[in-house]
């Protein structure tokens, strides 16, 4: 029996609804639902999509579609806002998802049953907007009255009247129903959530509040929030689940229940108080319908403290219930899973957690410390060897407190353990992904880890750590999928995520539009009232061959002592600001102070002096440092491909030998292989 086969049943019954009414998509969809082969029901689920896209095209962006690719038009009716924010959504992740389907051996065969569920949620969406199209195209009451007597004939004057009568009554009822439309958001802007349809699943945990004596208890309270969120997360019937960072803006707040649900754009909401005393735990729980303030559940659970590990998947399922969410049997053993059964291994991990999301880079130490604890209590704890991995992997990633080829080779033993644990880890996944892109050059498995981390949910991954956004969004950059890079800028954006402006003035930057870019940078200091100095913005300047502008953001960061200041990577900026703008003397002394690093690695010396020196054209010491870089193992090396100041060397053979040799070239390759498969 196929995995999938629950999903196809429904398919089956939308096949009914459509057909003899859209004949293209009735093609595609029952191919789909008669197949067997995974390879196929891929194939046609993204046909159906194109069908759909395609038809959107023509009717609310008012043109044909041609060869343009779906995500560009998919791009184009969110950002003109012609179809709801969690149609989008799917058809985002059934496009994306659809195209394993031209690969059968580079596939997971439970992929195939997030693109049934996001087909199916879009399928009802257009089957509904068909409908109303049809409806507002029909013609208008009057016109079945034609002047079919003459208007002076006595004997028709009450007749006509009745006529008048009915064509104001006729024109009433459409006013009521467009009204009515409008209300429930069937037709018109899409934005308020109470204009929501009634069906959709979307909903935000609000944090637990603290009610214990003991404030410390605080880390337990936002735990229990975020494991809730990840259970809830874990539902694919759920549209939406607002995740543990967004919700956290709300933690003290007395805005009323309906204001938060319309700003979060859900229609439902669950709130709760945690109080432990003593060796018990009191936790109570309601959920709530905004709309009309009326409480759908509610429960208060007085247990043994211990029982606070399970106590949040018995919430996850009571609202899964409450709510009518169909749960497939993997879904609810995922939800029924506990992680450890060991307490103290548990609270250690909270701690872990909260430090994550409320402290700074001085905490990295004790997290790695609490963490460690933590498997010693249990050392079959996935979460803990995961966090451990990242933790490693991060503090010395960024800052180089330690190089970066020994970061990664020491946290890769942890996201192996979390994985032999449970293949499922989201975080494990994800720093798999981190190390096949900086430390192995593998690019394609990077990928399918990023993907996968995606599919898994990196939900808590968000909460404690959100920078990953951005990461995966530099990733995309760095193999110039500008298109899938600006998905994860806007995403970082919407969080507020330190970071998402450089990648959008990266990614302006690749696509030619560097007069709009530098506009960006100077609205973002006029905005925030900011001083200049700021090193990013040095950067991007350079990529933006602003260097006037460049050398004044840099040499402000490094008059106020900024401690990006100190790293290869922005002093390299530095040199070549002053090189660029003549100040020859300074930009030698410091790229001299670079070449004195060669005790470490860690910051990618290498590297940047080689950068710098292919932003000067001498391109013979660029290709010096760059080969001592490749030989180093630089992490660094992925953005040979797109970082402007590299364009210098690319009429040069060896340029290609290092494009080969850090794997940029199988990538190429890889892509390619999927594009004409697409094209079969």
């Given at each position: 029996?196929?995995?999938?086969?629950t999903e196809i049943k429904e398919l089956e019954t939308l096949y009914t609804s459509i057909k003899g009414r859209f004949p293209e998509l009735e093609k595609e969809l029952e191919q789909l639902i008669e197949t067997k082969d995974a390879n196929v029901v891929m194939l046609?689920?993204?046909?159906?999509?194109?069908?759909?896209?395609?038809?959107?095209?023509?009717?609310?962006?008012?043109?044909?579609?041609?060869?343009?690719?779906?995500?560009?038009?998919?791009?184009?009716?969110?950002?003109?806002?012609?179809?709801?924010?969690?149609?989008?959504?799917?058809?985002?992740?059934?496009?994306?998802?659809?195209?394993?389907?031209?690969?059968?051996?580079?596939?997971?065969?439970?992929?195939?049953?997030?693109?049934?569920?996001?087909?199916?949620?879009?399928?009802?969406?257009?089957?509904?907007?068909?409908?109303?199209?049809?409806?507002?195209?029909?013609?208008?009451?009057?016109?079945?009255?034609?002047?079919?007597?003459?208007?002076?004939?006595?004997?028709?004057?009450?007749?006509?009247?009745?006529?008048?009568?009915?064509?104001?009554?006729?024109?009433?009822?459409?006013?009521?129903?467009?009204?009515?439309?409008?209300?429930?958001?069937?037709?018109?802007?899409?934005?308020?959530?109470?204009?929501?349809?009634?069906?959709?699943?979307?909903?935000?945990?609000?944090?637990?509040?603290?009610?214990?004596?003991?404030?410390?208890?605080?880390?337990?309270?936002?735990?229990?929030?975020?494991?809730?969120?990840?259970?809830?997360?874990?539902?694919?019937?759920?549209?939406?689940?607002?995740?543990?960072?967004?919700?956290?803006?709300?933690?003290?707040?007395?805005?009323?229940?309906?204001?938060?649900?319309?700003?979060?754009?859900?229609?439902?909401?669950?709130?709760?108080?945690?109080?432990?005393?003593?060796?018990?735990?009191?936790?109570?729980?309601?959920?709530?319908?905004?709309?009309?303030?009326?409480?759908?559940?509610?429960?208060?659970?007085?247990?043994?403290?211990?029982?606070?590990?399970?106590?949040?998947?018995?919430?996850?399922?009571?609202?899964?219930?409450?709510?009518?969410?169909?749960?497939?049997?993997?879904?609810?053993?995922?939800?029924?899973?506990?992680?450890?059964?060991?307490?103290?291994?548990?609270?250690?991990?909270?701690?872990?957690?909260?430090?994550?999301?409320?402290?700074?880079?001085?905490?990295?130490?004790?997290?790695?410390?609490?963490?460690?604890?933590?498997?010693?209590?249990?050392?079959?704890?996935?979460?803990?060897?995961?966090?451990?991995?990242?933790?490693?992997?991060?503090?010395?990633?960024?800052?180089?407190?330690?190089?970066?080829?020994?970061?990664?080779?020491?946290?890769?033993?942890?996201?192996?353990?979390?994985?032999?644990?449970?293949?499922?880890?989201?975080?494990?996944?994800?720093?798999?992904?981190?190390?096949?892109?900086?430390?192995?050059?593998?690019?394609?498995?990077?990928?399918?880890?990023?993907?996968?981390?995606?599919?898994?949910?990196?939900?808590?991954?968000?909460?404690?750590?959100?920078?990953?956004?951005?990461?995966?969004?530099?990733?995309?950059?760095?193999?110039?999928?500008?298109?899938?890079?600006?998905?994860?800028?806007?995403?970082?954006?919407?969080?507020?995520?330190?970071?998402?402006?450089?990648?959008?003035?990266?990614?302006?930057?690749?696509?030619?539009?560097?007069?709009?870019?530098?506009?960006?940078?100077?609205?973002?200091?006029?905005?925030?009232?900011?001083?200049q100095a700021d090193s990013w913005k040095g950067e991007e300047c350079i990529w933006l061959e602003k260097y006037d502008s460049a050398k004044i953001y840099l040499e402000s960061a490094l008059q106020a002592q900024h401690p990006d200041m100190s790293l290869p990577r922005?002093?390299?900026?530095?040199?070549?600001?002053?090189?660029?703008?003549?100040?020859?003397?300074?930009?030698?002394?410091?790229?001299?102070?670079?070449?004195?690093?060669?005790?470490?690695?860690?910051?990618?010396?290498?590297?940047?002096?080689?950068?710098?020196?292919?932003?000067?054209?001498?391109?013979?010491?660029?290709?010096?440092?760059?080969?001592?870089?490749?030989n180093k193992r630089s992490a660094e090396m992925p953005w040979l491909k797109v970082d402007p100041v590299f364009n210098s060397l690319k009429k040069d053979d060896r340029y290609w030998d290092l494009y080969e040799r850090t794997g940029h070239k199988a990538y190429d390759?890889?892509?390619?292989?999927?594009?004409?498969?697409?094209?079969?």
């Amino acid at each position: 029996m196929q995995i999938w086969s629950t999903e196809i049943k429904e398919l089956e019954t939308l096949y009914t609804s459509i057909k003899g009414r859209f004949p293209e998509l009735e093609k595609e969809l029952e191919q789909l639902i008669e197949t067997k082969d995974a390879n196929v029901v891929m194939l046609y689920s993204r046909r159906c999509l194109e069908v759909i896209i395609t038809d959107l095209c023509e009717s609310e962006l008012k043109r044909p579609r041609k060869t343009e690719p779906l995500k560009g038009i998919i791009d184009k009716l969110n950002k003109e806002e012609k179809v709801p924010s969690h149609i989008i959504t799917s058809m985002d992740h059934l496009n994306s998802l659809s195209s394993f389907g031209a690969h059968p051996k580079e596939y997971d065969p439970e992929q195939v049953r997030p693109i049934l569920l996001n087909l199916a949620t879009i399928l009802k969406w257009y089957i509904k907007y068909k409908d109303i199209e049809i409806e507002n195209k029909a013609k208008p009451e009057e016109k079945r009255y034609g002047n079919k007597e003459p208007d002076n004939s006595a004997k028709y004057i009450g007749k006509s009247k009745k006529r008048l009568l009915m064509l104001f009554s006729g024109l009433l009822l459409v006013v009521i129903v467009i009204m009515i439309l409008l209300v429930f958001n069937i037709v018109g802007d899409r934005k308020s959530v109470s204009d929501k349809p009634e069906s959709e699943k979307s909903i935000a945990v609000l944090p637990f509040k603290n009610f214990s004596t003991d404030p410390d208890q605080e880390y337990m309270s936002d735990g229990l929030t975020d494991e809730i969120i990840n259970h809830l997360y874990k539902i694919a019937s759920f549209d939406k689940v607002v995740s543990l960072n967004s919700v956290l803006t709300y933690k003290g707040t007395d805005k009323k229940i309906p204001q938060i649900a319309d700003e979060l754009k859900v229609n439902y909401i669950l709130e709760g108080t945690y109080k432990k005393i003593g060796d018990s735990v009191r936790v109570t729980t309601q959920l709530i319908d905004p709309k009309n303030d009326k409480h759908l559940w509610q429960h208060e659970y007085d247990q043994p403290y211990k029982e606070i590990i399970s106590i949040q998947s018995d919430i996850a399922l009571q609202i899964a219930d409450n709510l009518k969410a169909f749960l497939t049997n993997s879904e609810l053993q995922n939800i029924r899973k506990i992680s450890t059964s060991n307490l103290e291994a548990y609270e250690l991990l909270q701690q872990a957690f909260y430090l994550m999301r409320t402290g700074g880079d001085e905490t990295g130490n004790q997290i790695l410390d609490l963490v460690l604890k933590a498997i010693e209590f249990d050392p079959d704890y996935a979460d803990a060897y995961s966090v451990a991995g990242i933790d490693i992997l991060y503090t010395g990633a960024y800052a180089g407190s330690k190089e970066i080829s020994s970061a990664i080779w020491d946290a890769l033993p942890f996201f192996e353990k979390a994985l032999e644990l449970d293949q499922n880890n989201a975080w494990a996944h994800f720093g798999m992904g981190n190390i096949n892109e900086w430390g192995r050059w593998d690019y394609i498995m990077a990928e399918k880890e990023y993907l996968k981390a995606n599919e898994l949910g990196l939900n808590r991954l968000e909460a404690s750590w959100s920078y990953y956004i951005i990461l995966i969004g530099e990733f995309y950059l760095k193999m110039n999928r500008l298109e899938d890079a600006l998905i994860y800028q806007k995403k970082a954006q919407d969080l507020v995520i330190a970071g998402s402006s450089d990648l959008l003035i990266k990614i302006n930057a690749l696509s030619g539009n560097k007069k709009e870019a530098y506009n960006y940078i100077k609205k973002i200091y006029k905005d925030s009232g900011e001083e200049q100095a700021d090193s990013w913005k040095g950067e991007e300047c350079i990529w933006l061959e602003k260097y006037d502008s460049a050398k004044i953001y840099l040499e402000s960061a490094l008059q106020a002592q900024h401690p990006d200041m100190s790293l290869p990577r922005f002093q390299a900026c530095l040199a070549l600001a002053y090189f660029k703008t003549k100040n020859y003397q300074q930009a030698h002394s410091i790229i001299q102070l670079i070449d004195k690093s060669n005790k470490t690695t860690a910051g990618s010396p290498e590297y940047y002096t080689g950068w710098y020196y292919s932003g000067i054209g001498e391109l013979d010491s660029a290709f010096y440092w760059l080969e001592k870089a490749v030989n180093k193992r630089s992490a660094e090396m992925p953005w040979l491909k797109v970082d402007p100041v590299f364009n210098s060397l690319k009429k040069d053979d060896r340029y290609w030998d290092l494009y080969e040799r850090t794997g940029h070239k199988a990538y190429d390759e890889y892509m390619a292989g999927i594009k004409n498969n697409k094209k079969r």
